[in-house]
């Protein structure tokens, strides 16, 4: 998985969504069902999400639509294996990063 978004200290739910290829009410509703998703809220009430809700979104977004776990799989897993399985995570995310720029690389020679 491939998330493609600018390095920024702040993302809105469109944003979101939209790298994730989901709707927005499906992270509306990993909010409401996973603990560590907590993005700021302006005083409109829009859900700003910050550079460790993505990640912790990408982490949801594999144990759920690629490994096919449960929304209460994925629960325990997160508490009971996070730190880890967000460790092996973000390695073979960065590994995918590097992959995915080595072969743009290739294409341009």
């Not at 702040?10 to 009410?25: D, L, M, P, R």
Request: aromatic share 12%; no cysteine; glycine share 6%.
């Amino acid at each position: 998985m491939y998330i493609d978004l600018p390095e920024k200290r702040y993302y809105a739910i469109g944003e979101v969504a939209k790298a994730f290829g989901v709707n927005t009410s499906l992270i509306r509703f990993w909010e409401g069902e996973f603990d560590v998703l907590k993005p700021k809220k302006n005083a409109k009430g829009n859900r700003k999400f910050t550079p460790e809700d993505i990640k912790n979104l990408k982490f949801i977004y594999h144990l759920v639509k690629e490994r096919g776990f449960t929304l209460e799989g994925a629960k325990t897993h997160l508490k009971e294996e996070k730190k880890q399985a967000l460790n092996n995570f973000e390695i073979i995310s960065k590994l995918e990063d590097i992959k995915s720029q080595l072969t743009k690389i290739k294409e341009h020679l």
